[in-house]
């Protein structure tokens, strides 16, 4: 259930409850694929630098170690000891992007493995049975990810298919939780918005699945080419159409500034893998712009990341101790330098969240979108 506290234009504070806890919006959450961080963070470190929600996701995990096994264990939750919410993403962003060769029909994909080239099948059956063996508070829709640009008679059709498939999605969803093995009954279903930029589309295929009464919605095939106005104006066309007293998701999305923006534009849910990635590249995110510790310029730089930080990392160690983890290639480079980004990324949401409560996020907008994204 979702619960909306404050709003300040289409902004919105909210809360929503899941069977592992409630989650305070605007949210973003933090994505370990295979069920842990890239950069070797661990659920103990989540919890202290303020994540509220894991994302992981579903082809990957039914890949390796298997999803069955996962059960077995008792769910991904006590699998990676995290006790807070998980959402599970479909797959379909995957299949789509990793698989060189792949079939889509109206049954499901046929696709062969990243990993081992083995055959394998997924539609929206088996999407949500995987997703169901996880036992994830939030379980996405099977959808297609369509590419940008792509002709609009296709991007029609492919429309329609995913508003057939996420019927199925839901049948399906309720007949595995419905069983008496089931990891988590609660398990909740988000539908996803699909149209490329075609606003038209959009607004219909949104007007469609919003009929299904689900537990959220997501904006979905965004940030994949693109420009930034183009995803803002899609979002403003298709926002209105959303149902109100649900979260709205904008996957994949972003920089600090896409989230800013978007939390402007009345979205609730965000993940992007752009914290933790460019961590691992020693891209670090402050509240002055981006550095990369690699330069130079750190070499005797006793100063911690970010003075206005307060993660682990800046509470103790130096720009210059960090920029010598890189150039040593010492694993511990990434760690500290996901960890920065992670906490950071959290704790501006939780900014944005108190800027909102005390009707302040106009300006929060107008002193943070730009500087934010901008190379120091």
Not at 8 to 29: I, L, N, S, W
Not at 55 to 74: A, C, F, Q, W
Request: with cysteine; net charge neutral; aromatic share 10%.
């Amino acid at each position: 259930m979702y619960r909306l506290i404050k709003q300040e234009g289409h902004a919105r504070r909210g809360e929503f409850d899941t069977p592992h806890g409630k989650v305070q919006t605007p949210v973003f959450m933090n994505v370990g694929t295979q069920a842990a961080i890239k950069g070797a963070l661990s659920a103990h470190d989540l919890e202290n630098i303020g994540c509220q929600v894991e994302l992981s996701n579903t082809y990957h995990l039914h890949v390796r170690p298997g999803d069955m096994l996962i059960k077995e264990m008792g769910g991904l939750h006590r699998f990676m000891t995290w006790n807070g919410p998980i959402l599970t993403d479909s797959g379909g962003f995957q299949i789509f992007s990793l698989a060189k060769l792949r079939k889509i029909k109206e049954e499901g994909v046929n696709f062969n493995s990243h990993v081992d080239g083995r055959h394998i099948f997924m539609g929206p059956e088996e999407s949500m049975r995987i997703q169901a063996n996880l036992g994830s508070d939030i379980a996405m829709a099977f959808d297609e990810c369509i590419k940008i640009p792509s002709p609009k008679d296709y991007v029609k059709q492919s429309c329609d298919r995913t508003y057939r498939w996420l019927a199925r999605c839901k049948a399906a969803l309720a007949e595995y939780n419905s069983q008496e093995d089931a990891v988590n009954p609660g398990q909740m279903l988000f539908g996803i918005n699909q149209g490329a930029v075609f606003h038209d589309l959009r607004i219909e295929h949104m007007q469609k699945i919003a009929e299904f009464d689900l537990s959220g919605y997501a904006i979905g095939g965004l940030a994949v080419g693109e420009s930034h106005q183009e995803m803002y104006d899609t979002i403003e066309a298709v926002e209105e159409y959303m149902p109100k007293d649900k979260p709205r998701y904008l996957m994949g999305v972003g920089t600090p500034g896409n989230i800013i923006e978007g939390v402007a534009r009345g979205v609730d849910f965000f993940d992007c893998v752009m914290p933790a990635r460019n961590g691992r590249h020693g891209h670090l995110f402050t509240w002055g712009g981006i550095i990369n510790i690699k330069n130079e310029k750190y070499q005797r730089d006793e100063q911690p990341i970010d003075h206005a930080c307060d993660c682990p990392v800046c509470r103790r160690y130096s720009r210059a101790y960090l920029r010598h983890l890189f150039k040593a290639e010492e694993m511990l480079a990434m760690r500290f330098s996901v960890m920065h980004n992670l906490y950071f990324y959290n704790n501006l949401t939780k900014r944005i969240r108190e800027s909102l409560e005390a009707g302040e996020f106009a300006a929060f907008r107008r002193e943070f979108t730009e500087i934010l994204d901008k190379r120091v």
